[in-house]
């Protein structure tokens, strides 16, 4: 009888162990199957695509005439402001000599001797500089203001001496300001010589339109360099790289939650898209643009939005 309940014991402990070992099992059966990580797809896109050099470039007046005193003496007045607009032989300042200003209040100067002289201006143009006020002294010869010649304003365009050979001249280009207006340019000459700190190549980039704008004025010059008219392409969510930016992959979804890894060959890079050259890819297959970033070569996906 004790023989009996002492097997019964047995078997009764041993059918508990085996269904514990059953539930164990089954719960790490069940932590050892994947979650779907929730994505999102996009398809191709096919288009013209177009890259461009961006390359700064400053404003500037070419030529410029300087006024300068035709005698010594005191300038009496003054009749310009800097950034007027004058027009050829307006008149710009008065000097009174040096020797009227010493005789002027000489009680022997029976002759009234004025001996002011008029500053007139050479050119048409734009005052651009003043170099002294009413009141100052100047020597014969002197600079008193400078006028910048309308017709003469260009963008000077500093390149790397390696990427000027890319440049051809007559070439047409985009001129776009800091305010983002885009005027239409082209590139007419370049510089004789290289710019000695930086060692670039200068360009002279002219407006195809006449368009008032000041000197030292920093826009970006935007070069054609490369279109192609059927590109095929992904947005840029979609394209994957490492660390050294050598080597390039998107996850393909090849059915409804499975994604694989495909290196590709990038080409033109837009704002949104990015080409793909190789390898040729179907119209109808779909690639991870969210939630791709960390996965392995196969990946259990869930798309949540087309």
Not at 87 to 113: G, H, P, Q
Request: aromatic share 6%; glycine share 6%; hydrophobic share 40%.
């Amino acid at each position: 009888m004790d023989r009996m309940i002492k097997n019964c014991i047995g078997v009764g402990i041993f059918g508990l162990i085996f269904i514990s070992g059953c539930h164990q099992a089954g719960k790490n059966s069940e932590k050892s199957t994947p979650s779907a990580i929730p994505v999102t797809v996009s398809s191709l896109h096919t288009g013209r695509m177009v890259s461009y050099l961006e390359l700064s470039a400053t404003s500037a007046f070419l030529f410029k005439a300087s006024v300068k005193a035709p005698v010594t003496g005191y300038i009496e007045n003054m009749f310009i402001n800097q950034g007027d607009a004058v027009k050829n032989n307006r008149l710009l300042f008065t000097v009174k000599t040096r020797e009227a200003s010493a005789i002027m209040n000489d009680s022997l100067n029976s002759l009234k001797f004025r001996g002011v002289v008029d500053v007139n201006a050479a050119i048409a143009g734009i005052i651009s500089t003043i170099e002294h006020p009413k009141g100052d002294y100047v020597a014969e010869g002197d600079q008193l203001c400078q006028i910048a010649v309308p017709e003469s304003f260009v963008f000077i365009l500093d390149i790397p001496f390696e990427l000027s050979q890319s440049l051809k001249l007559n070439t047409r280009c985009e001129i776009v300001l800091p305010d983002s207006h885009s005027l239409l340019g082209i590139i007419k000459s370049r510089f004789p010589s290289m710019a000695g700190s930086s060692q670039t190549e200068r360009f002279i980039v002219r407006l195809s339109e006449s368009v008032s704008l000041p000197e030292n004025l920093i826009a970006k010059i935007r070069i054609l360099k490369e279109s192609v008219g059927n590109a095929v392409s992904l947005p840029k969510s979609s394209i994957l790289t490492d660390e050294t930016m050598q080597n390039y992959w998107v996850m393909k979804l090849i059915n409804d939650s499975t994604a694989v890894k495909v290196l590709v060959t990038t080409g033109i890079s837009e704002k949104n898209y990015v080409q793909i050259k190789m390898p040729v890819f179907k119209d109808s297959d779909l690639f991870l643009s969210s939630g791709n970033y960390g996965l392995g070569d196969t990946a259990n996906v869930k798309v949540i939005k087309l």
